[in-house]
């Protein structure tokens, strides 16, 4: 017999109502385990209804004071969802909770598998692995450490405004970063928020001078996040702050340099394209911060070496060309992701002629359009700048729910396109068509709305169109965008001469989405927008801790639930900050002196940088609190010097025969 | 039917961040692939030491799945490039030793991709399928699992077959 200590063994397989029993046999799966692992050390095998209930909880509890189990295998559903869970019954039983293995017979046999014995059998041998996996297992202590109290909020729209707002008013300080010049987001740009028709600025502006001003909020736009590093708790974040060309503490915002400058640029950005700024510039009236930003690729003087104007008649002498890119680094607790979307490039879908035919518009340039602050001063007219539309067609879906371009649904445009119906028809009483496949109006008060746009006499066709062309085919068609549909409750194809199109545009990840979800170490769904924790229980949380995600880089959402979820991830950092620590797994590697003989192979493989060696006694040395787990110096230590903490050589290979039910038979070697 | 068609036994090797968690995904999203393959969970494939790979082909599996995050998206940055250096040297090492390498495959799955876990799962065991059973380290007369002495037996085993 093998001169080890027996260990005490209790298997406890769970149904999980007919999750797992109605594929998996389970009395057979215990049983077998009672009768076979016995000599591994197995003394109790037990089923029961649900293991994660109180009562399964305490059924094993009380075996581990009753019966002095040492290691406790549950063979139930994937440890990401209950290894917490009988970690802490383990504990309160006065047992190691890392002595606890789980064993997923659900994700990985009743709920992947089809044939009952076959998945009797897998599951046996799963049980298998885990008992000889758990008899290795080291009782290990959570290692602590200290939470920074600040927080990085990434993305200054309206859910990082809510959430960096939340942590700010609890008293803690937060750095919130945006890109653009000035924080406000997409939301910024809207005329009219659905379905109350809040006016869209009215609303959010307040917020966003509450959080300019803040004194627990260090606002940094112009800016961008270029390197992070560390953990929960102790994140080192570099963040490129951008030469604004514009002296912060010297400008009072005025707004002359803007007056005086002679550069007109077309405003791709804020006003999507219809209305022109100067290369020195405020994105709009209520920025926050409310100083310019000098656009170097325009600038006069940077482009011919003369002008100045801005410069000549700042009253305060802000003006600074010689400014440089700033590297600010600062360290942070909890990280707070609030990124939002791009819109979907409407030009990609070219037969609705979106670039080629010019009445046909965007949301976003209707947004614009529509806007009282916008280009045309809240005029809905075409392209030419004057002529009122006498007819509009909507045009919902348009990128989304598409095979060619991405199936998911982007929620918030059929909403989009109703508002729309609405602000036309109110403002020009011309016709409206609304041209949808689905008419999806959840949530609070926005079917009332539809009713409303309905009664309004706004024309719903319920059908994709196939086509917008200005190839008259009738005398009414002449000068005209003809909508060429399928209307599907009619049963015939209709065509439809309007004067303008609106496209009702999807929403899609940020095009660098992926880039950024790497530097923060959090991963992006097949449809690129960033993954959560769990999709129900979960959603603003991600797998990497002190990481979260709200809003649109989550994923298609409206206002409402862009805020809810700005503030929920809020909650989750002040759980944080308030508990002052956070429990970190175990799971480390590290050095036996004894063994190791200096050959620095492991040097290398570290990304982390927690290898160090001492020439002085030449050997390697990892430095616990920067080793991150991964395991990769472990298994590359030729001399097997190295160890890692909760996934040992010796727990993956016994784990190994165990799954393989080699621990039934006899040993070879 | 199917009847006596060889069914292989399969050990996987998946990462705590990505692949395990297509498992999950597969297994939440109900589908279905075939059952011959056993997963253990490390913390990255950067874990995975050539070693447990020969360990599971002579301790019985007929193949090796060794699944991790897709290149440039390792949640220790870079690791899983360490794994992909290791997978292909570990394939010339079967290679020398008269083993078909692609008993061993390598796949990248990420959290997401549920649908790619379970199709990538019933594929190897189909390519496993048709290269036959390995029998490395079982036994000359297949029989001799019955009547060994437990002397060298590592944590003291019952000497039965199961079931």
Redesign the interface.
């Known amino acids: 017999m093998s001169e080890k200590k027996q260990e005490r063994v209790g298997v406890y397989v769970c149904h999980c109502g007919s999750n797992i029993a109605g594929i998996v046999d389970v009395v057979d799966v215990a049983n077998w385990a009672a009768e076979k692992l016995g000599r591994q050390g197995v003394v109790i095998a037990r089923e029961y209804k649900f293991m994660c209930s109180s009562l399964g909880q305490e059924l094993i509890e009380k075996d581990i004071k009753e019966l002095g189990l040492t290691r406790v295998v549950v063979a139930a559903c994937s440890p990401h969802l209950h290894e917490k869970t009988f970690r802490i019954a383990a504990q309160n039983a006065g047992l190691n909770p890392y002595l606890v293995e789980l064993a997923s017979i659900r994700e990985q046999v009743s709920w992947v598998h089809t044939d009952k014995a076959v998945a009797t059998e897998k599951a046996k041998a799963v049980v298998s692995g885990a008992v000889s996996r758990v008899i290795e297992n080291a009782p290990l202590e959570e290692i602590k450490v200290p939470i920074n109290p600040n927080t990085l909020v990434v993305g200054g729209g309206i859910a990082g405004i809510q959430s960096a707002l939340e942590i700010a008013n609890a008293g803690f300080h937060v750095y919130l970063v945006e890109r653009e010049p000035s924080i406000g987001g997409h939301m910024a740009q809207f005329d009219k928020t659905f379905p109350t028709l809040d006016c869209s600025a009215c609303i959010l502006t307040p917020r966003m001078v509450e959080a300019g001003t803040h004194p627990n909020i260090t606002l940094l736009t112009w800016s961008e996040v270029v390197n992070v590093s560390g953990y929960v708790g102790s994140f080192h974040v570099t963040i490129k702050k951008k030469a604004r060309f514009v002296k912060e503490d010297l400008c009072t915002g005025c707004g002359i340099c803007e007056e005086k400058c002679p550069k007109k640029v077309i405003d791709e950005v804020f006003e999507a394209g219809l209305g022109y700024r100067k290369a020195v510039y405020t994105p709009f009236a209520q920025a926050v911060p409310n100083y310019p930003v000098m656009d170097k690729e325009n600038c006069t003087y940077f482009l011919k070496g003369t002008c100045k104007a801005c410069e000549k008649f700042c009253p305060t002498g802000a003006i600074d060309f010689n400014q440089q890119d700033e590297m600010i680094n600062i360290d942070v607790g909890n990280i707070v992701l609030a990124t939002g979307y791009d819109l979907f490039d409407a030009r990609r879908v070219s037969n609705y002629g979106y670039g080629r035919l010019p009445n046909v518009f965007t949301s976003l340039e209707f947004e614009r359009l529509s806007n009282a602050a916008g280009p045309t001063s809240g005029n809905i007219v075409l392209r030419d700048g004057k002529t009122t539309p006498k007819s509009v067609g909507i045009i919902h879906c348009v990128g989304s729910r598409d095979k060619n371009f991405n199936n998911y649904c982007s929620v918030i445009c059929c909403m989009q396109g109703l508002k729309f119906a609405h602000l036309v028809h109110e403002r020009t009483g011309a016709t409206v068509y609304n041209f949808y496949i689905d008419m999806r109006t959840a949530y609070k008060a926005y079917d009332e709305f539809y009713q409303r746009v309905l009664e309004e006499g706004t024309l719903f066709v319920r059908g994709k169109v196939a086509e917008v062309t200005n190839a008259a085919r009738y005398e009414r068609e002449k000068g005209k965008l003809i909508i060429q549909v399928e209307d599907t409750l009619a049963s015939k194809q209709r065509r439809i001469p309007v004067d303008m199109v609106i496209l009702s545009s999807g929403l899609q990840p940020r095009r660098d989405a992926k880039e950024v979800g790497k530097m923060f170490g959090i991963s992006c769904s097949t449809d690129g927008w960033f993954t959560e924790k769990h999709p129900k229980l979960d959603p603003v949380a991600t797998m990497t801790e002190g990481i979260y995600i709200v809003g649109c880089a989550q994923g298609p959402k409206d206002i409402p639930s862009s805020v809810a979820q700005g503030a929920a991830a809020s909650a989750r950092v002040l759980d944080k900050i308030l508990q002052k620590e956070v429990a970190l797994e175990p799971i480390k590697a590290s050095v036996n002196e004894e063994l190791c003989s200096g050959c620095r192979i492991c040097n290398g493989l570290c990304p982390f940088f927690a290898i160090t060696f001492h020439e002085d006694r030449m050997v390697t040395e990892i430095n616990p609190a920067l080793c991150q787990g991964c395991g990769t110096c472990v298994a590359a230590c030729p001399a097997g010097a190295i160890s890692g903490t909760g996934f040992s050589n010796e727990q993956i290979i016994a784990q190994i025969d165990g799954l393989l039910l080699k621990n039934l038979e006899p040993v070879g070697d | 039917m199917t009847e006596h068609q060889f069914e292989p ?1 399969i ?1 996987g090797f998946t990462c705590n ?2 692949s ?2 297509a ?2 995904l ?3 999203a ?4 075939a ?1 011959n393959v ?7 494939s ?5 070693t ?1 790979v020969l ?2 082909l002579s ?3 007929d193949g090796v799945m060794i699944t991790g ?1 897709h290149p ?2 390792c ?5 899983n490039y ?1 794994a992909l250096r ?1 997978f292909l040297l570990l394939r010339r090492v079967l290679a020398g030793m008269g083993i078909e390498p692609e008993r061993v495959k390598l796949v990248w799955a ?4 549920g649908a790619k876990f ?1 199709s990538e799962t019933t594929l190897f065991v189909e390519e496993i399928r048709k290269l036959g059973p390995l029998n490395w ?1 079982k ?1 000359d007369d297949g029989s001799a ?1 019955i009547d ?3 002397s ?12």
């Open positions: 036994t050990i961040w990505c395990y968690r498992a999950d597969a297994g939440t109900r589908m279905k692939y059952p056993r997963l253990i969970r490390m913390m990255c950067g874990r995975l030491d050539p447990f360990r599971a301790s019985g599996a995050c440039g998206e949640h220790y940055m870079e690791q360490k290791r990420s959290a997401a991709e379970a380290g036994p699992a060994h002495g437990p060298s037996i590592v944590h003291g085993q019952e000497l039965e077959v199961p079931a």
